[in-house]
């Protein structure tokens, strides 16, 4: 280690460092304990906790922890500039560093002291810190992680894959695991969570109490860490993905509005009654009302939004409300905005395909010109894909940059954004995209590639951080990219791989190789929380390196097919070669969502353009083949099952194609005729297909 920079916390073993709280409040925070457990797993030393009073003498080595209002006491500092600000000095002293940490209220003493966790290096039973002075004044105030309400063994409601591991499932964390993670995402710079609830998520659970004792549990834990808690709820849809109501009713009859109606209201009434269970555990309540979204007119839209608002406020006057636009009609903001909601924060989607910088700016224009308060972003498949589509492990950071760097440009010299929540799906899979996107939204000038470098440091220690950097470089060059562009899927720049696929062989491989045969460092203590063992974390991490690895090798073998076809070979030899080099790539334990494995589904699309090319005909995998008709009917009898009347449900073969290939329509319609000839599908004059069998998958226990 090169400590020529560093100096030493601990001087000697017989320098004990004392904890000096001059913080506002009492210091019951877990992250002081987390501090005092670190620092004891590293030296051996207990520090000692020790209120503050103007008798004390001041001695080396001490840490102090300040709010702004005391800062003085300890010397020159200059208060924290922002409500949501910290300052960290390192002053060198005789017999070790005096550390004081100043911030304005618990949550930003959370961040000031993961950030001294962070920054501290190891060495034996010694501690090392950089002698500096940090002021840090976050861009973005209020910055959350979103928990995206999807499950890996039950996909959107449509078939069950037994196969996933259940290490992504954050809802199976015991107790200690969600401390550990929520302390965790609050280690990496995010100061609230974003709680979504929704009817899929009370299929899953089997009622909406049950879902709703998740939800309080994770609050409780949030607000004890110091985080904010935000619910988003689906707004206007409680019975599809699983969760069925037949009485549920949305539309009024032409020209009657859906606000007025008895028997719309009483739904609305019904599921907002029980969305305002959770008002005493949070902080802010944001309506979503489009995708998914049943109700037409923006008025009624607006006057349900007030209701949701009447329903929380009644219980707890304290709750902040908002309001999403995703998918909303053009001009839903302005809108909005028309119809009195100036004391709403107002989020648009940073989703690029979405957002342009005309319309933002002219949105915030208008939104300043008419009085709105508060502005912010909804950050949706930016981190990574959504787990009910293409769920993978992502690391995003220079997607990410490009994307928060757009807002930033376009939104902040009108009106800047005082809150933004990130998607986070995969859960500990994505977490490397996690801690840039916190430290991104802190400080969007800072370098991705340096940030992934400093999470592995952190994670990993000095013994192994340089292996698993590089593993993680792989997946970021192969599976995202440099931009946008590269990285989302129905972009016309996408692709998977590099340019070399040779040199992706190679670097998986040797990934792979030193990830298995991995020692761990039984010195090094994890600098930051952990929900899982690194272990652990090290063993999620290799299945998508072997699945890179299988694609890679798939695409070197296209490149020797398509030699050899300009070499003159014959078709029945091209063919056999392709029948060689299509072996699919494993799904392994990893989460599959709808549109199935991402490696997988363009190795696919690569088989069906290259017979294309060449003019043979596509192979045929079997087990390949039955597993896709086997997900497309299981997803037909669930629909079945969620269907409110006693008939067949038709499915027409842009949506199978979408729920069971992946948006392939070629693929889609020859699985339906062999399942057709099979007797399973019945197909109508009218194109649609049906269940042969659908009588056998009635449901009868509505919710």
Not at 166 to 187: A, H, P, T, V
Not at 236 to 264: H, I, K, L, M, R
Not at 474 to 492: A, F
Request: proline fraction near 5%; aromatic fraction near 12%.
């Amino acid at each position: 280690m090169n400590v020529n920079s560093y100096t030493n916390l601990l001087h000697s073993k017989a320098s004990a460092v004392q904890i000096i709280n001059a913080f506002a409040e009492t210091l019951e925070h877990p992250v002081v304990h987390d501090l005092l457990s670190y620092m004891e797993r590293c030296s051996g030393i207990t520090p000692e906790i020790k209120p503050y009073s103007k008798e004390m003498v001041i001695q080396f080595p001490s840490i102090i922890l300040t709010s702004t209002e005391n800062a003085k006491l300890f010397g020159d500092f200059q208060s924290p500039d922002g409500e949501d600000s910290y300052l960290l000095s390192m002053e060198k002293g005789e017999n070790g560093l005096l550390v004081t940490i100043v911030a304005d209220n618990a949550g930003c003493l959370q961040q000031a002291i993961y950030h001294l966790i962070r920054i501290t290096k190891q060495d034996g039973e010694e501690l090392w810190l950089p002698e500096q002075r940090l002021a840090v004044k976050p861009w973005v105030q209020q910055r959350e992680w979103a928990l995206c309400p999807w499950i890996p063994s039950q996909v959107r409601g449509e078939f069950i894959n037994p196969h996933a591991s259940n290490d992504f499932d954050i809802f199976k964390f015991s107790e200690r695991q969600l401390e550990e993670y929520i302390k965790m995402m609050g280690s990496f710079g995010f100061n609230g969570v974003q709680l979504l609830d929704t009817c899929y998520m009370w299929s899953r659970f089997g009622s909406i109490d049950a879902y709703h004792e998740k939800l309080k549990q994770i609050a409780q834990i949030a607000h004890q860490c110091g985080q904010k808690v935000t619910l988003w709820v689906w707004a206007a849809c409680f019975d599809e993905y699983g969760w069925v109501d037949t009485e549920a009713v949305y539309t009024a009859p032409d020209g009657e509005s859906a606000f007025e109606n008895p028997q719309v209201r009483k739904t609305f009434e019904k599921y907002y009654d029980k969305y305002s269970d959770l008002a005493m555990y949070v902080d802010r309540v944001i309506g979503h009302y489009y995708d998914p979204g049943n109700l037409k007119n923006p008025e009624d839209t607006f006057k349900y939004m007030r209701l949701l608002e009447s329903k929380f406020s009644k219980i707890n006057p304290q709750v902040r409300f908002g309001i999403d636009v995703w998918d909303a009609p053009s001009g839903y903001l302005q809108a909005l905005i028309k119809a009195g909601f100036q004391d709403y924060l107002l989020l648009e989607s940073s989703f690029p395909a979405a957002w342009t910088e005309e319309g933002c700016r002219s949105f915030r224009q208008e939104a300043r010109d008419f009085g709105v308060k508060e502005t912010g972003i909804w950050g949706w498949y930016t981190a990574e894909y959504e787990t009910d589509q293409h769920p993978s492990m992502y690391v995003n950071g220079h997607v990410l940059k490009e994307v928060y760097n757009n807002i930033r440009q376009a939104a902040d010299p009108i009106l800047p954004n005082v809150y933004w929540s990130e998607m986070e799906a995969y859960h500990i899979a994505n977490l490397f995209s996690m801690f840039i996107s916190a430290q991104l939204l802190c400080d969007p000038d800072k370098n991705p590639d340096l940030l992934l470098a400093e999470i592995a440091d952190v994670i990993y220690g000095p013994l192994n951080g340089s292996i698993i950097l590089e593993a993680l470089k792989l997946i970021q060059d192969t599976r995202s990219g440099t931009s946008w562009k590269t990285y989302w899927w129905s972009s016309p720049e996408f692709r998977l791989g590099t340019p070399n696929a040779d040199e992706d062989v190679r670097r998986a491989e040797n990934s792979i190789r030193l990830l298995r045969n991995m020692q761990m460092d039984a010195n090094y203590v994890v600098r930051l929380p952990l929900p899982v063992t690194v272990e652990k974390l090290t063993q999620i991490i290799i299945p998508h390196l072997i699945q890179i690895q299988k694609f890679a090798e798939f695409r070197v073998e296209i490149a020797d097919i398509q030699r050899a076809a300009l070499e003159g070979a014959d078709k029945e030899k091209l063919s056999h070669m392709l029948v060689e080099a299509w072996k699919p790539v494993p799904e392994l334990d990893t989460w599959i969502g709808t549109f199935g494995q991402i490696e997988e589904r363009q190795q696919h699309l690569m088989v069906r353009e290259i017979c294309k090319q060449l003019e043979i005909s596509i192979p045929t995998h079997r087990s390949l083949a039955v597993r896709k008709k086997s997900r497309i009917v299981e997803m037909m009898q669930n629909f079945q099952k969620y269907y409110h009347f006693s008939s067949p449900r038709p499915f027409n073969i842009g949506s199978l194609a979408t729920y069971g290939s992946g948006f392939n329509i070629a693929e889609a319609v020859e699985i339906m005729e062999e399942l057709v000839d099979d007797g399973i599908v019945i197909k109508h004059e009218s194109g649609t297909y049906s269940l042969a069998d659908w009588r056998d998958f009635q449901h009868f226990g509505w919710n």
